[in-house]
Nanobody
Framework: QVQLVESGGGLVQAGGSLRLSCAASGRTFIGYAMGWFRQAPGKEREFVAAISWNGRNTVYSNSVKGRFTVSRDDAKNTVHLQMNNLKPEDTAVYYC?????????????????WGQGTQVTVAS
C-alpha cells in the first residue's frame, strides 16, 4: 500500500510562490496518474491538478490554470505542484493523491490513497 506525504506548504504573501512536493513510499506510483486537491475551511474538497502516468497529459481547474504547474519525477517517486501568483483564495489544505489508473481524472473517485495534507496560507 502506498503512503503519500506532502511538504512545502506555508505562509506566503499574495503574488508569491510555493512549491509543494509529494513523496510516495511503500509502493511505486509509476504507471499511475497523480493528482492534487485542496480544501478550504467550510468548503468542500476541490480538484486542483492532475498528471498522467507518463507526464504527457495534465489538467487543471479553471481557478489555477496558468498559475500552477504539476510535474512528476518517477525516479524519485515524487510529484510537485509549483504554485505562482498565489491569491488569498488559494488558502487551503492541499492533498496529494494516487490515481486509480494511468489517465488523468478530475473527481475524487478517480483517485485512491490520499496524503495527510499540507497547509497553504496566502496573506493579502
Amino acid at each position: 500500500q502506498v503512503q503519500l506525504v506532502e511538504s512545502g506548504g506555508g505562509l506566503v504573501q499574495a503574488g508569491g510562490s510555493l512549491r509543494l512536493s509529494c513523496a510516495a513510499s511503500g509502493r511505486t506510483f509509476i504507471g499511475y496518474a497523480m493528482g492534487w486537491f485542496r480544501q478550504a475551511p467550510g468548503k468542500e474538497r476541490e480538484f486542483v491538478a492532475a498528471i498522467s502516468w507518463n507526464g504527457r497529459n495534465t489538467v487543471y481547474s479553471n481557478s489555477v490554470k496558468g498559475r500552477f504547474t504539476v510535474s512528476r519525477d518517477d525516479a524519485k517517486n515524487t510529484v510537485h505542484l509549483q504554485m505562482n501568483n498565489l491569491k488569498p483564495e488559494d488558502t487551503a489544505v492541499y492533498y496529494c493523491t494516487l490515481g486509480r489508473g494511468p489517465s488523468v481524472a478530475t473527481t475524487g473517485d478517480g483517485f485512491t490513497a490520499w496524503g495527510q495534507g499540507t497547509q497553504v496560507t496566502v496573506a493579502s
